[in-house]
């Protein structure tokens, strides 16, 4: 974990231009003194009473010490778990171990409880037995009906669902929010959902900090504990054998012996792999071997390579793969002698005899060509649309600040890997080359006016060490936006870019050495050679197949490219601007990088004011970032399963060949299935092992191998206590991505509800039957499964109702690229309430670690008047502010003078660097945002209630409420209980029966996806 260094953030730069410095020790941050008045104008709350001399944010009255008024008392719940009986989390059946559950000098000791997180403190809804009940024992409701409990009417809802009055008096001038308006309570009739205590429901956040508080100062071992930390959560590895869960996460530590003992399990038997993940600061480097011209020894037969769980016989002289359990001859330049015991006696002083991630240098013979640093070749719109929107000039210092950081010293350090080179080609109705060598004083443009047949027109300097050439470069990225400017160069008016030209012409620079495109576009391209057209007009296409049509790529000369791209080790980032708001076509652009493992960063509604900084910061998170390219992707199991789909960003041309990338970088992720092709051996383990083969930033040709190891459990009982929760949430989600458009948004929306179903009815069915009937009972590993599923319906992605194609569709492949980690951000946001830190809070603690508040539900009952809140998905960075917000407040947090809603910029992307003690608080807690999210940044965007248009993103992303055309959490989880009755009383029915072609997902039924 980060130290105290990097979270003291007191200090008097600009916080984007700021290095967090340390404080002398003892010191404590300088408090603002709190101004005469705490009372915001035009408010219709009581007046504050008399400061306190304790505290710079005195109360709203003399009752209350926060920033909010004092709520009224909360209603009274007992007796609403008659609702829906008890909800029951586990089982209470012991785990069954084996006699001998050991290879390859591994133990693999089922020894972990069935709780989620092995040793770690839980909270106290656990109850005896392993099973956690919600609600009040004893209150049990055999026939499971749903009648509402004496006291409430159909539409009654306690105190806790909301946190003003229930029916508040009628105010003609008074609006209600949609944030309000979703948390408005339930009127459902006879199944009178809001009588649940919303307190006692699964919770997500509760989930994450339990975890995080435990490993801030614990490791995780590999081959130790059998469930992994939640993927959203900080953690440090201690590598034993097995790949960390930040590399690779298997669905199920015990899997089920045959295919029938997995379909009682009802879960997907798979594998998300993120290759090149980063790791934490203080983690062991992946260390990088070589074997010289003969290359790390492999099995003959299966040709997996070397690792931990791979065993040594006669003497030393055969190793036997672990995979497929062929005995191969070792190589003599590999050979060393065993013990007595069979264990080599070079295995402490192998890697890859001992960790689970390890990376081979491999010889010619892997290569297509010979290997050359990367090629980085940034093309730049230079429309009418990108100049006067000033997204050209936030592209070129974004550029700049990526590659040569904020400093302006020449002996800065250097940003690139040693070889790197860079390019630079503008485009509009032409193409703009430019040569960059370091014997020009300034930079030469070379106009190719012909867009037909296009080529490259330079032989050198078009691609040039960026340090030798720094001079150069520096002035041509500050000298482009007035060399396109129409208001200095007359008659200079070009509003139609030429994107499929330009990007023809690119691949053509890069074929011979392969590397990365960075593309800007502000308008969609309508000239020339491959020029698009609007398809998006903004009709009533929601759900029908024009909205399919929408989603796919149609123009032909776009998916050739994309081929030709993936041949050539070429991938694409696009950062697509819409400063007006317009169509650009994202399901055509966009298949370009899908295809070739790049990204596609989306502005919609650019405004350079806010969102400058947040572009320098993800151009610059893109360079820097982990990336190789030219990349093969190969995952190998043991015998009796086989791999059966992938899902992600990539190209597979037939199956069973390996997976090709363009580019592939640190933040993608792959989905992996597997299948049966017989019976498991249950006094083996099951191995898998996924090898990536690419060449590195610097020019070196690796191959990178991830192992994983799991247990073979006899029944389904011993394997669903073993179960990654995050990674079912992963599979699942990037199956559903994948069958999009080839399915509609309906049906891809109904099979998310019935495979959750499933996961649940069967768990009741087959390993709770002994619970009352009317209990719902949730899998252990699995309590907060039901709330990601909605939240996967709930997301651009998926929802119902109108949502822009380019949106939507940017959304789809964004989901199919996440790691786990960011994927789960993604579904479930953090929200953290600022007015009620306490002191420590984003400051570091005696062990030097930050102490970070806790988290709280995404549900506006949970929102207090007057408060201020971070809400972070990992895409986008809320800071909300509720309309009674206390000035004193404000002032703390932007500076003397802003004491009102009003006085704020809406357009501020980033805190001021203030001497206050909330200040330097939030402007830490920002930073460590940064530090545990996917590949985007955290621009701040500002949110106030009743002003801005990002209140709406705000309520979209209380996602336990009711919005984006979906239930609420407590109503969903009585639709399921309803489903769960029905399918036990052997009356369900489900959807588009009879459809029976068959899924690509192990684990779903057939008729889900068709």
């Known amino acids: 974990m980060s130290d105290y260094q990097m979270y003291h953030s007191l200090g008097g730069e600009p916080e984007e231009n700021q290095r967090l410095t340390p404080a002398a020790p003892g010191f404590r941050p300088p408090v603002a003194p709190p101004p005469s008045g705490y009372h915001q104008s035009g408010s219709n709350l009581p007046p504050p009473g008399p400061p306190y001399a304790t ?26 778990e008659r609702q829906m009986s008890n909800m029951a989390l586990g089982d209470t059946g012991a785990v069954r171990h084996k006699k001998r559950d050991r290879h390859a000098y591994h133990e693999l000791q089922s020894t972990g409880s069935s709780q989620p997180f092995n040793g770690i403190p839980q909270t106290p809804h656990a109850a005896q037995g392993g099973i956690a009940s919600y609600g009040t024992p004893g209150a049990l409701t055999p026939s499971g009906s749903f009648g509402p409990p004496s006291g409430y009417g159909p539409q009654g809802t306690p105190g806790a669902q909301f946190p003003v009055p229930a029916n508040p008096a009628f105010e003609s001038d008074r609006l209600v929010s949609q944030a309000e308006y979703a948390a408005r309570p339930s009127s459902s009739g006879a199944i009178a959902s809001n009588q649940l205590d919303p307190e006692q429901l699964p919770s997500v956040p509760r989930s994450r900090d339990v975890p995080a508080t435990y490993y801030l100062e614990n490791l995780f071992p590999t081959m130790e504990s059998m469930v992994p930390p939640p993927a959203s959560v900080p ?26 003992a997995l379909a009682a399990v009802g879960l997907p038997l798979g594998m998300t792999v993120q290759p090149l993940a980063p790791l934490q600061e203080g983690e062991q480097e992946v260390p990088v071997l070589d074997y010289g011209d003969v290359g790390p020894p492999r099995c003959r037969r299966c040709r997996a390579y070397i690792n931990p769980f791979m065993t040594f016989r006669s003497g030393g002289n055969k190793f036997v793969c672990n995979l497929c359990t062929f005995p191969n001859e070792t190589p003599m330049e590999y050979f060393a002698p065993t013990d007595p015991t069979g264990v080599r006696v070079d295995r402490l002083e192998r890697p890859e005899l ?24 940034f093309m730049i719109d230079v429309t009418e649309e990108s100049v006067n929107k000033h997204y050209l000039e936030g592209f070129c210092d974004g550029i700049l600040k990526a590659l040569y950081g904020d400093s302006s010293k020449e002996d800065a350090p250097r940003k690139l890997a040693p070889g790197v080179k860079v390019g630079i080609v503008t485009f509009d109705k032409q193409m703009h ?5 370091s014997n020009l004083h300034q930079a030469q443009m070379m106009v190719m006016p012909d867009i037909d047949d296009p080529f490259v027109p330079l032989s050198e300097g078009l691609f040039v060490d960026p340090e030798d050439s720094r001079a150069v470069i520096t002035s041509l990225l500050t000298q482009l936006p007035q060399m396109f400017s129409p208001e200095i160069t007359a008659g200079l008016k070009n509003p139609e870019p030429a994107l499929l030209p330009a990007l023809d012409v690119a691949v053509q620079a890069l074929t011979a050495t392969g590397g990365k495109i960075v593309c800007s576009l502000a308008a969609l391209p309508t000239w020339g050679p491959g020029r698009l057209f609007l398809r998006d007009e903004n009709a009533a296409t929601a759900g029908t197949d024009a909205e399919k049509k929408l989603l796919t790529t149609e123009h032909p000369g776009y998916t050739k490219l994309a081929a030709r791209m993936v041949e050539a080790g070429v991938g694409a980032d696009f950062f ?26 989306y502005y919609p509604n650019f405004q350079a004011q806010r969102d400058t900084l947040r572009l320098a910061k993800e151009i610059d ?20 399963l086989q791999v059966s789909a992938y899902h992600g960003n990539f190209t597979h041309h037939t199956f069973g060949a390996d997976l090709e990338f363009g580019v592939i970088d640190a933040d993608k992720a792959i989905g992996i299935m597997f299948s049966y092709d017989g019976k498991l051996d249950p006094k083996l383990d099951a191995h898998f092992q996924c090898a990536t083969l690419y060449t590195t930033e610097s020019g070196q040709r690796r191959v990178r191998c991830h192992n994983l190891v799991a247990s073979v459990a006899d029944s389904g009982a011993e394997a669903i206590k073993f179960v990654d929760q995050d990674a079912i949430v992963s599979l699942i989600a990037k199956e559903a991505a994948s069958r999009v458009p080839e399915r509609s948004l309906k049906d891809v929306r109904n099979a998310i509800t019935e495979k959750t179903v499933d996961i649940l009815a069967g768990y009741r069915k087959n390993f709770s039957s002994s619970n009352p009937v009317g209990q719902l009972v949730i899998p252990e590993n699995l309590k907060e499964l039901s709330m990601y599923m909605l939240a996967l319906i709930k997301c651009r992605a998926f929802k119902g109702g109108r949502e822009p194609s380019d949106r939507r569709i940017h959304d789809v492949r964004l989901v199919r690229a996440m790691g786990p980690g960011e994927l789960s951000l993604y579904l479930y946001p953090r929200i953290i309430a600022l007015h009620d830190l306490a002191e420590g809070d984003g400051f570091a603690n005696e062990n030097g670690h930050l102490r970070m508040p806790a988290t709280q ?27 009674h917000v206390a000035p004193a407040l404000l002032e703390d947090l932007f500076g003397p003078g802003h004491n009102t809603l009003a006085s704020i910029d809406p357009f501020s992307s980033a805190l001021p660097v203030l001497d206050t003690h909330l200040n330097a608080q939030v402007r830490n807690i920002l930073a460590y945002l940064a530090l545990s ?15 801005d248009g990002a209140e709406f993103e705000f309520a979209r992303l209380l996602v336990e409420d009711r919005n984006n055309e979906a239930q609420s959490y407590v109503d969903w989880l009585v639709h399921l209980h309803r489903l769960i009755q029905l399918e036990m009383a052997g009356q369900r029915k489900k959807k588009d029966e009879a459809k029976s072609d068959e899924s690509l997902f192990v684990g779903l039924r057939t008729p889900y996806w068709g």
């Open 235 to 260: 953690f440090a590895v201690f590598d034993q054998g097995n790949s960390s869960p930040k590399f690779a996460r298997l669905s199920m530590t015990h899997i089920p012996v045959s295919a029938e």
């Open 933 to 947: 999210r996917g590949g985007k940044v955290p621009a701040l965007q500002i949110a106030r209630q009743g002003l």
């Open 576 to 601: 697509l601007a819409s400063p007006s708001g317009g169509y650009l076509d994202i399901a055509t652009i966009g298949f370009v990088s899908a295809k070739t493992g790049g990204e596609v960063y």
């Open 621 to 640: 998170h893109t360079v820097s970032r982990a990336t190789g390219y030219q990349a093969l992707m190969k995952v190998r199991c043991s015998n009796g």
């Open 55 to 80: 505290s710079p944010y005195p109360p709203q009255d003399a009752q209350q010490s926060g920033y909010f008024p004092s709520q009224p008392p909360q209603g009274n719940t007992q007796g609403l």
């Open 857 to 883: 539900r995404a549900s506006f009952a949970r929102i207090n008047d007057g408060g201020a809140y971070i809400v972070d998905n990992g895409q986008t960075c809320l800071l909300w502010l509720h309309t």
């Open 433 to 437: 080359f430019y040569n960059l060598s």
């Open 354 to 377: 001992m960790l689970g991630t390890v990376e081979f240098i491999v010889p010619k013979e892997y290569y297509t060509r010979e290997p050359v640093p990367l090629h980085w070749l």
